[in-house]
């Protein structure tokens, strides 16, 4: 069996509870190459600590690095050929910027550049947050803008985009054939 | 005309007001089976019980039965070839047991069980719930939680899941050539 | 470069910030036609005003009329062949009915009436708002179920509709080759 192709920038959207991080686990894994989770997630309650050490406790064989805030340094250092490095998620390192009064727009101009730089792949988990009602309060509304718009720059300089929906990928964009 | 292929189980997913249950019924009346709709809903207030009585105008020439709970039962008696089953819809079913106090994983497993077991079509319609911003309180989460993970047991094992928006489908699974 | 065939009746449609505007009026822009845009923003707050502002500097070579609400007037009115028509976006225009205290199911028959006795190309775009955690209160239940009655309508009538996601396009509804 060959590896698949796993090249470049790939974006996975989903709702919660979608697969998606799954989803996005299964690429980096049957590439073959040395494995970086990079994770965004902070432990702030219980909840968020039961979720992340179910999400660790699938991911043998990788190694771990935490960027709560920092993800384009970590992209920089990290990257390089045979390794794939998988970013999970843009949704709690944006919660994670905002919560720190972090106006994201110069974080989010720093990732685009880092993602552009990456010498191997990077496949990034985020969430999709704008099909529901309006959201009562202003904060809702103002980190469902931020999501919607990291969300549509990152898409448009990825190689891929596939949405995740009950487990199961819809493509939104595809890499051109390889050369 | 010869009646399209509905085979093994169907999962269709929508948000509310998609069009979903609709979509459901019409694969359900192109067999030309027997038809028998599975209610998982409950009255419990009048916007419920309007919702319930525009449903059931829409099906002259269906059996109704009520299966607020014990949705793995009715499928193992009723299930049969030459008819076509629709649960309408898994989110009810779950809230149910979630209102009732209930821990689903039990039910899950027993409704997976049932539906591999089927002797006939089964259409399943879900809500897919993910797609908005944090709910601000935990039950919420949590039922949005259960709700995804239930959405991907059951599309894991179904042969097709469409997903419907404003009324129409896009297939996010096929079923193999029969054959 | 040939014109795209933009006909007939196209909905977009899409999640907050889903860059669902902006791939509308590319469409209209792809045209070459005469472009008018129909706006149906009510500037309530500062909030609105903002994101109409930002709008409005996008569309140089546009000329636009505001609809809050007659938006089958304007539709009958303004509709002709070499004439391009964006309206965006018939979640404000519900909302500004809902909001004023009119009963919906009327002006959205003289909608449809307006788009299908349409003599050039109209372009809608909508939100998509029913893919969260059922609303607390019941005004915005409300406004779920009418704004995904009235995707499901336009939809039914389109000639094209499209999901919009990240910026990306998903077509779940592609017009007939042209005679």
């Known amino acids: 069996m060959t590896a698949p192709a796993?090249?470049?920038?790939?974006?996975?959207?989903?709702?919660?509870?979608?697969?998606?991080?799954?989803?996005?686990?299964?690429?980096?894994?049957?590439?073959?190459?040395?494995?970086l989770y990079v994770?965004?997630?902070?432990?702030?309650?219980?909840?968020m600590a039961v979720r992340i050490a179910e999400h660790k406790a699938r991911r043998a064989g990788w190694r771990t690095v935490e960027a709560q805030r920092?993800?384009?340094?970590?992209?920089?250092?990290e990257s390089g050929p045979e390794r794939?490095?998988?970013?999970d998620c843009l949704t709690l390192w944006l919660s994670n910027l905002l919560l720190a009064g972090v106006e994201p727009a110069g974080e989010v101009e720093?990732?685009?550049?880092?993602?552009?730089?990456?010498?191997?792949?990077?496949?990034?988990?985020?969430?999709?947050?704008?099909?529901?009602?309006?959201p009562d309060n202003a904060l809702a509304r103002a980190f469902r803008d931020h999501?919607?718009?990291?969300?549509?720059?990152v898409a448009a300089l990825a190689d891929r985009v596939t949405l995740v929906a009950a487990g199961l990928p819809l493509d939104l964009k595809l890499p051109k054939e390889p050369q």
Request: proline share 1%; no cysteine; aromatic share 4%.
């Open 84 to 87: 794939a490095i998988l970013v």
């Open 39 to 47: 994770a965004t997630a902070a432990a702030y309650d219980e909840e």
């Open 147 to 153: 999501q919607g718009r990291l969300n549509q720059r």
């Open 6 to 35: 796993l090249r470049g920038v790939t974006l996975i959207l989903g709702g919660a509870r979608s697969g998606k991080s799954r989803f996005a686990e299964e690429l980096v894994e049957a590439t073959g190459f040395d494995r």
């Open 110 to 134: 720093g990732l685009l550049e880092a993602l552009r730089a990456a010498r191997g792949p990077v496949v990034l988990v985020s969430n999709e947050v704008g099909f529901g009602i309006v």
């Open 70 to 77: 920092g993800l384009a340094a970590v992209l920089r250092t």
